[in-house]
């Protein structure tokens, strides 16, 4: 069964960087589309991007200027950075699996999800 | 990139079928069949529901079905029942983005 977990720190200071690393157990990560969502509080989802294994990465244009996703399958583990946060950052991160039904499908969806981790931007 | 558009709430008695819709466009849910549907519990991570329009996940009660016409498409729920209280959301491929969310639509069941 894959599992995936979050791990970073709930609290970042305005201007700071974020950074989240997901862990993934049970799976290779070998042709999948491995992805960070968020969630503010009472609000809905919003993609962040993805890194596909082999080095493709993919960011929602809406926050590209300010985020980094990177991988490192020796560990099973991705990453991501975001910098300059402010108030508006402060939300769940969700790393996510993204699985597509054939080789290069331009489209995929998200069948295995890390539990959240809250992330806090205040002073 | 706009997101796609659902109801803000639905709600149904038990044993009723409710529908929740999911608007987009012809860059994304009238031009492609990568159409996904989650079901959020509060305080819970996501679950895949359907996939691809109308395939549902191993798992998934039959009671969740998909399917699509034109820019918009559909999640119905038959045989409501008081577990299938949550917020519900789409997600569709672009051609402008690999991933764009729907709003989100919260279920409640009367």
């Known amino acids: 069964q894959v599992q995936l977990q979050e791990s970073g720190p709930g609290l970042v200071r305005p201007s700071e960087t974020l950074s989240l690393t997901c862990t993934v157990s049970g799976g290779s990560m070998r042709g999948y589309y491995w992805s960070w969502i968020r969630q503010p509080p009472g609000k809905g989802l919003e993609w962040i991007g993805y890194i596909y294994y082999g080095g493709t990465i993919n960011y929602n244009p809406s926050l590209k200027r300010r985020v980094t996703i990177s991988g490192d399958t020796s560990k099973n583990q991705f990453s991501l950075m975001v910098d300059s946060v402010t108030a508006a950052d402060t939300a769940v991160y969700y790393c996510?699996?993204?699985?597509?039904?054939?080789?290069?499908?331009?489209?995929?969806?998200?069948?295995?999800w890390g539990q959240g981790a809250l992330v806090t931007v205040s002073s | 990139q706009s997101a796609l558009t659902q109801p803000a709430s639905v709600s149904g008695s038990p044993g009723q079928s409710i529908t929740i819709s999911c608007t987009g466009t012809?860059?994304?849910?009238?031009?492609?069949?990568?159409v996904s549907w989650y079901q959020q519990h509060p305080g819970k991570a996501p679950k895949l529901m359907i996939y691809?329009?109308?395939n549902r996940p191993s798992g998934v009660s039959n009671r969740f079905s998909g399917s699509k016409s034109g820019n918009t498409a559909s999640l119905t729920i038959s045989g409501l029942q008081a577990e299938d209280e949550a917020d519900y959301y789409c997600i569709s491929y672009s051609s402008n983005t690999p991933s764009v969310f729907g709003t989100g639509t919260q279920v409640t069941v009367l």
């Open positions: 996510a699996r993204g699985t597509a039904s054939y080789n290069y499908a331009p489209g995929h969806y998200f069948d295995y």
């Open positions: 012809s860059s994304d849910i009238g031009g492609y069949n990568y």
């Open positions: 691809e329009v109308s």
